[in-house]
């Protein structure tokens, strides 16, 4: 009669497992393939997002040179920003709100101006 252990397949290539009984994959391999399969959808969805928030990031801190600049929203549109896509919202007493893609923010005016801020330690 087969012994239980040799029953048991790996989850990704099916071939038999030997070792602990609670053992699902027969190599490092093949759990990492397991894994990437299951979770591909989400990475590429995730890295879609994080790579627009860090060119947004790059875009701000490139045109925020002295840690306040006033723009135009003409010259985050050519730098190639996105205004749907930030980190947080802080609002001020006063309401209003700065948007921030990590550390560098921006707060609308203006119809067409924007000041470019950077986060101090009130922001956190």
């Avoid at 190599?27 to 989400?42: A, E, G, W, Y």
Wanted: glycine share 6%; proline share 2%.
């Amino acid at each position: 009669m087969p012994d239980k252990q040799d029953e048991r397949g790996c989850l990704e290539c099916g071939e038999p497992i030997y070792g602990r009984s609670d053992k699902k994959f027969c190599s490092d391999q093949c759990r990492n393939t397991f894994n990437n399969k299951l979770n591909r959808d989400d990475v590429n969805f995730m890295r879609r997002i994080n790579h627009i928030l860090r060119k947004n990031r790059r875009i701000l801190a490139k045109l925020n040179t002295d840690n306040k600049t006033n723009v135009t929203r003409k010259q985050l549109l050519d730098e190639g920003f996105n205004f749907s896509y930030f980190t947080n919202i802080y609002t001020t007493k006063s309401g209003k709100h700065y948007f921030f893609c990590y550390e560098e923010g921006y707060l609308k005016t203006g119809e067409d101006w924007f000041t470019l801020v950077k986060r101090q330690s009130y922001v956190d």
